[in-house]
């Protein structure tokens, strides 16, 4: 009989279907995110904050290559790399706020760039989280669209260490090897030494590394080139340069910083001298942190070091290769990190957080490749790899939460130099013109001025260089109104005039001030003619822009300029004992009590018992005015005088001290310095009543009774 069922089976079997080809997964480019993440952060928080004025370490910089300013004083301590990076943008363009948005953009390049480099070193993910938490920092964000070079230093570390582990196997790793060495270098000089520092020791004792010498010498050299070259010119040799350094840090040499800079970590962007302290605690964890996942993350690495050499001992694994980069991949970013931190926690005594970002830069990688071990081998990758993710959120959150605060008070304090800039505008600084004092030289930048300092870190001229400058230029010196700050003694009968909406004065030279005033009196008499004709003027000349508060000098400066009046207003203070002080209640009402007075130090001080009603008026409210005692008589021999102004307290110990050792007041005291806006003179002659005014700046008016208000004509003027 036939057998069927074979056939019918054969045919009903399936025909085998070709391979398909392995579909390979396309892999989520997460460190492109980052950058992107990075960028918008930038854009969103920081750019809106500082796009419209510069700080003063950025206005040094690009005063260097700004070709509308002239340049500032460059210390000794600076690399000119940051400037010669901004140089095509500020000589293409003045506006700040386009800095800003480039440098946001090309620092976002330059994050992905230099994270790339270890892609081949380290899987992906790593690399990725290590950008991630780098770039989560609120320093590292904050400094993106900065003029400064500590995140480009960071950078460069970043991409120079990866591709000094990647040269054994690339021949040319070497050159970008050179160019980054030398590109850190000329940014900042001394980090490109201590970065190359242990990559030198690494090169001579390993030999595969060591054809890293060549270019990491010539990396050095030429980015010093600069720097060498301007030691030489400038200092008279790399010596000379040093030393300078060295005095303008306050004097390298053995110093514990760590404290300071742990202060500072959440603020402020510099700390010297540091004595603040410390802020938000639980902010500072992930920095206390640091050594115990980075003694972690070398600890893991030199076992696994350890067990692979074992099991080639006993023939368990694979030969020993000497060059493996397992232990060196983790160990040798965490050497230069240690290596970038020496200088700035050993060797000064102040502090500010950008000047750890290259060692976070690095520290970064293996604390990130510590966090992908954990989860490998965690006996639920699941949980641990949540658990991870909701540190890795928190600490963003909280990075994010100092940065918002942080770039609210730059658009304060950067602020301030713009309206002081356009303060000194309206008192008719224009260049070519000269700013020196506190803050000098932001303000001056913003305001178009050459800067100069006769003291100081940045002491670039001499007093008497700087007065002869004042002699025919536009110059003002800053004061700060606060902490009883006088100005310097070659100033002292210099009109100030106080910068509303900052924490300065502007000291003008006398004949620079009487030129303020007289265009004050003019624009205020063409108001009050205007008004009377019904006329209406443009903007608001009678505020004078910044003279909207009253110009200000010292004792000697009302002698100085009125020699005669000074002398007999002083006579007439001098004949009794005590006078009577006006000030100002809480509720605005006047207050008046008995003062004595003292005119000593070309000064009129006001010295009055601690907590005394008068001394909490002047605390809250400087304004005052103090009436020369009558007398019993009816008659006032010399007339009324009164002088009018603001008093500032002085708290500096010396001042206090050399007051005691001249007057011998009852301790403790309140000691006021007298700020002179108004000098009156009342005095019955035998023409009548005559009132004789003096403000700073302006000649002596007299004035009778029935006279206009306006400006006294020339024969009533002295």
Request: net charge positive; proline share 9%.
């Amino acid at each position: 009989m036939e057998n069927t069922a074979a056939p019918a089976a054969a045919a009903a079997r399936p025909r085998p279907h070709p391979p398909r080809p392995p579909r390979h997964r396309r892999r989520a480019p997460w460190l492109a995110v980052v950058a992107v993440g990075y960028a918008a952060v930038q854009l969103a928080v920081v750019v809106p904050h500082v796009g419209h004025a510069l700080g003063w370490d950025e206005s040094v910089y690009v005063s260097q290559v700004d070709p509308r300013t002239p340049s500032a004083y460059f210390s000794a301590p600076r690399s000119r790399g940051i400037s010669m990076l901004v140089s095509p943008v500020v000589a293409a363009t003045s506006s700040i706020t386009v800095l800003r948005v480039l440098l946001t953009v090309l620092s976002a390049g330059a994050l992905y760039a230099a994270f790339r480099v270890w892609n081949r070193l380290l899987p992906r993910g790593p690399v990725a989280l290590g950008a991630l938490l780098f770039a989560g920092l609120w320093i590292t964000t904050i400094s993106g669209p900065a003029v400064m070079p500590n995140l480009w230093v960071a950078l460069g570390a970043v991409a120079a260490v990866g591709w000094f582990l990647r040269l054994p196997n690339e021949r040319h790793a070497r050159w970008w090897l050179a160019a980054l060495v030398a590109g850190v270098t000329l940014v900042r000089t001394p980090d490109g030494g201590w970065l190359a520092l242990p990559l030198l020791a690494a090169a001579l004792r390993v030999r595969v590394w060591r054809p890293a010498l060549p270019p990491l010498v010539g990396g050095l050299l030429l980015g010093a080139a600069q720097w060498i070259g301007e030691a030489y010119e400038r200092f008279g040799g790399i010596g000379g340069r040093l030393d300078v350094s060295s005095e303008v840090e306050g004097g390298m040499g053995l110093h514990f910083a760590v404290g300071a800079a742990l202060r500072s970590l959440n603020g402020p962007q510099l700390c010297r001298p540091c004595e603040v302290s410390l802020t938000h605690p639980e902010l500072t964890l992930w920095w206390l942190s640091l050594p115990v996942l980075t003694l972690t993350a070398v600890s893991l690495a030199l076992r696994d070091r350890h067990e692979r050499r074992t099991r080639v001992r006993v023939g368990l694994g694979r030969p020993y290769v000497p060059q493996d980069p397992g232990a060196p991949v983790t160990v040798l970013p965490i050497v230069c990190a240690a290596s970038l931190a020496v200088p700035y926690l050993l060797l000064i005594d102040y502090s500010a957080p950008r000047f750890l970002m290259p060692s976070y830069a690095l520290l970064a990688l293996p604390i990130a490749a510590l966090g992908f071990r954990a989860v490998r081998t965690a006996r639920s990758p699941r949980h641990m790899a949540t658990a991870l993710g909701i540190v890795v959120v928190l600490q963003l959150a909280s990075q994010f939460a100092v940065l918002t605060h942080t770039s609210a008070v730059s658009e304060k304090t950067t602020g301030r130099y713009r309206t002081a800039a356009e303060g000194l505008t309206r008192l008719g600084l224009r260049p070519p013109c000269l700013v020196a004092g506190d803050r000098a030289l932001p303000v001056a930048y913003h305001a178009g001025c050459a800067s100069a300092q006769t003291a100081g870190n940045n002491r670039s001229t001499s007093v008497s260089g700087l007065l002869r400058r004042a002699a025919h230029e536009p110059t003002a010196l800053l004061v700060r109104r606060d902490g009883g700050a006088r100005p310097p003694s070659y100033a002292r009968t210099w009109i100030g005039f106080p910068l509303p909406g900052t924490a300065w004065s502007a000291y003008l030279p006398p004949h620079q001030a009487r030129q303020v005033a007289s265009r004050g009196a003019g624009e205020s008499l063409q108001s009050r003619q205007s008004r009377k004709s019904g006329q209406k003027t443009s903007g608001n000349p009678a505020n004078m822009g910044a003279m909207t508060t009253l110009p200000i000098t010292s004792w000697a400066g009302f002698q100085a300029a009125e020699p005669g009046f000074a002398t007999a207003a002083q006579e007439r203070f001098g004949r009794y004992r005590t006078h009577v002080l006006a000030t100002l209640r809480q509720d605005g009402s006047p207050r008046l009590t008995p003062l004595e007075v003292n005119f000593r130090f070309g000064e009129l001080w006001l010295g009055m018992m601690p907590d005394s009603r008068k001394a909490v008026d002047l605390r809250r409210d400087r304004r005052f005015s103090i009436q020369a005692n009558p007398g019993a008589d009816t008659g006032t021999p010399g007339g009324d005088v009164r002088v009018s102004g603001r008093a500032v307290e002085v708290t500096d110990p010396d001042s206090l001290a050399r007051f005691a050792a001249e007057v011998h007041p009852p301790e403790p005291f309140h000691l006021f310095r007298a700020e002179v806006t108004e000098v009156v003179q009342t005095e019955a002659g035998e023409s009548g009543l005559s009132l004789r005014t003096w403000r700073p700046g302006q000649p002596v008016r007299v004035l009778r009774p029935g006279a206009d208000d306006g400006p006294p004509p020339a024969d009533e003027t002295s």
